[in-house]
C-alpha cells in the first residue's frame, strides 16, 4: 500500500518541477549584474568624456581586442584632447587620419598587462618595490605598449669582408629583413622616480614642454587626470593629452623637418658599425613557414661598439629597460658637412683622409661613438653640464639646440651647429686628419695622453712622428695580442737588441715630452721648452734642430745620434703650432 501511494506521488513531484522551470525560463539568468564593470572597451565607451578615443579603439579594431580577452590598461585622451590633436595635424574627424597613423597612435595608449596608478609606481627592475629604498634600479618608470615596429628592410653592400647599410638601393648588393624584438616603450614619470634619480620638473619641462606638477603622474607629456577605472580585464586611466609615438634613435635620426635632416650622420653609424645575425627561431617562427611559402631570412641588428643599437626599443634585458634609458646628440648634415669638407677630408685642403668612408675606426668613435651615451641627458645633469655649459675636448653649446625629444630607447638633441671634438681643432688635428700619423694617433689613444693635449688651456709646440719614421727605426709599431685580444705597443730595443713591450704609462709619458708648453728665449736664438712629460727641450732656430737634454738617436736606446729639425704642419690650431719631427726627444734622469 505505501509503495503504490510512492508511485502515485511521482507525477506530482515532477509537475511541480516542470512549473519551476517554465517559471525561471522566463527569466534572463545569463544576465550582466549590474555591478560588473564590463571589459575595458566597454569601460572607456560608458565614459561621457571618451567618445573620441572610443571611436579610435572601433576604427583600428582593437576593441574587439582589449574588450574580449587579455590583460591591458588603456590610457585614454579626454575628448578635448584628441579635438586639440586633430586640430594640430589639420584632421576634421577621427576617420580623416590615416589608418596606419591611427593604429599606431592608438596602440601607443595601451600597455601590456593591468596597472592601477599605485601599482604604476612601485615597480622596480626586480619586481615589487616594497620599501623606499634608494637605489635607482627599484625605481622602474617604462612600460612596454602594445605598439610594435614591423620587421624592416635594410639595403646591404659589402665591402672588404664587411657589409654595411646603404640608404640607396640602386647601390646595394642584396637587402636583409631586420627581425623587431620588442615593442615601444613608454615613460611615467612621478615624483619618487625624480626624487631618486636626480631629476627635476626643469629636466622634463625640457622634453615635453609642459611644466611638472608635483603630485601627479605623467604618462610622456600627458597628465593622468582620472585613475583607476576599473573593468573586468584591466584598468583605464583619463589623460589629458595624445601622446605621439615614441621615436627610437633610428626614427629620430631619419626625421625630416623642413631645413633639418640627420641624415649624413645616420650614414656613418650605417656604413662602419652594423652587424648581423641570423635569427633561425624568428626566420622559423613566420606563418608562411607553416605552409611552405616562400620567406625572407630574419636577422638580428646590433651596433656592438656602440652604447645602444639605434632602432633596438629593449637593451640588456627588459628589467634593465624599464629602469633605464639612452641618449643621443646629432649634428644636421648642413652643419656635420661644413667640418667633414672642411676639417676631416681631402677637401680642407690639407692631405687629410679621403673622404668619410675611408676613416679608421677610432676615428669614428670620436666623431659618431662618443654621441651615443648609455645615460639620458638631463640639463641638470653632470654629462649635460659637461658637455653644453663646459669648455672641455668634446663639447656643443646649448644655444645650437634646435630639437629635443624624448624618444622610446633615447633622449635626442639635434644641433643646428656643431663643434669638433678639438683633437680635430687642436695642435692634435693633423695626427687625427692625417693618415700618415696613424701609429703616432693609435699610441696617443691608447695612453690617453691626446685628452691631455687636446685640453691644455694655454699654447702648445707638438712634435708628433710620422709612421714612416716609427717604421723606419722600430721605435715604435702596434701588434695585436691574440692571448690577451688586445693591441699591444712595441719598440726594438737597440741597446738589447730585442722586442720590448710598451705600456701605456711609458707611452703616456714619451708622447707628453713630444709637446711643449711655457717657453722662454735663452742665448744665441735658443728657445728653451718646457714639456708636458716635466721634461726640457732646446730649439735652436739658428739652424732649426731641436733635442732634449740629451741628443736623440735612431730608434729606441740607439748609440747613432741623430738631428731633430721640427717641419711645420699648416693646419690651423686654436691651442698652438704643430710640427713634426724625425725622432723621439731623449733625457737624463
Known sequence: MRKYQTILLLPAIFFILLAGCEKWSGQDKYKRPDWLPGKLYTAVSIQKNLSLFAECLRLTGLDTIIGVSGSWTV??????????????????????????????????????????????????????????????????????????????????????????????????????????SSRKFVPIFYDKY???????????????????????????????????????????????????????????????????????FLDMV?????????????????????????????????????????????????????????????????TFRKFIDGILTFKSGFPHWNDYKSLPADVVDIIVGQNFMSFPIYPSTSQYQKIFKGANRYHQNEEDIIRKDFGSNCTFIGLGTYIPDRVFTSVTGPVFCRP?????????????????????????????????????????????????????????????????????????????NQVGTSTSIGGDNKEIIKTLGGNILTWDHSNNTIQGTLPSTFGYKGDQIVTGSPFPLDEPADNGKSLTVKCWFNFGN
Open 270 to 334: 650605417y656604413w662602419y658599425y652594423p652587424h648581423f645575425e641570423f635569427n633561425m627561431a624568428a626566420t622559423n617562427s613566420q606563418p608562411g613557414v607553416r605552409i611552405g611559402a616562400m620567406v625572407d631570412t630574419l636577422w638580428d641588428l646590433d651596433y656592438a661598439a656602440l652604447a645602444f643599437s639605434p632602432q633596438k626599443e629593449r637593451f640588456y634585458n627588459i628589467n634593465q629597460t624599464l629602469v633605464r634609458h639612452n641618449g643621443l646628440i646629432a649634428p644636421t648634415d648642413e
Open 436 to 512: 700618415a700619423f696613424s701609429i703616432f694617433r693609435q699610441a696617443m689613444l691608447y695612453s690617453g695622453a691626446y685628452d691631455a693635449i687636446a685640453n691644455y688651456k694655454g699654447k702648445l709646440y707638438f712634435f708628433p712622428i710620422t709612421d714612416y719614421t716609427l717604421m723606419a727605426d722600430s721605435s715604435l709599431f702596434m701588434s695585436w695580442n691574440k692571448d690577451m685580444n688586445r693591441y699591444d705597443y712595441k719598440a726594438y730595443n737597440r741597446l738589447m737588441h730585442k722586442m720590448e713591450v710598451l705600456s701605456s704609462t711609458t707611452l703616456s709619458k714619451w708622447i707628453l
Open 194 to 264: 625624480f626624487a631618486v634619480n636626480g631629476i627635476t620638473p626643469e629636466d622634463y619641462n625640457f622634453y615635453f614642454k609642459r611644466a611638472y606638477e608635483p603630485g601627479n603622474v605623467y604618462y610622456a607629456g600627458a597628465k593622468i587626470i582620472q585613475a583607476n577605472i576599473f573593468a573586468e580585464n584591466g584598468f583605464v586611466h583619463i589623460i589629458d593629452r595624445v601622446v605621439n609615438p615614441m621615436l627610437n634613435a633610428k626614427e629620430q635620426l631619419e626625421k625630416e623637418i623642413p631645413g633639418e635632416s640627420y641624415q649624413l
Open 75 to 180: 590610457f585614454a585622451p579626454t575628448d578635448e584632447a584628441m579635438r586639440q590633436y586633430l586640430s594640430e595635424n589639420k584632421y576634421s574627424r577621427i576617420s580623416d587620419i590615416p589608418k596606419e597613423e591611427l593604429e599606431k597612435i592608438t596602440k601607443f595608449h595601451i600597455i601590456q598587462d593591468p596597472w592601477t596608478l599605485d601599482q604604476l609606481k612601485i615597480l622596480g627592475s626586480e619586481g615589487w618595490r616594497t620599501v623606499d629604498d634608494a637605489k635607482s634600479n627599484s625605481y622602474a618608470y617604462k612600460r612596454e605598449t602594445i605598439l610594435r615596429n614591423p620587421d624592416e628592410k635594410y639595403w646591404i653592400k659589402r665591402e672588404k669582408k664587411k657589409e654595411m647599410i646603404v640608404r640607396d638601393s640602386a647601390i646595394a648588393d642584396r637587402y636583409k629583413m631586420v627581425f623587431t
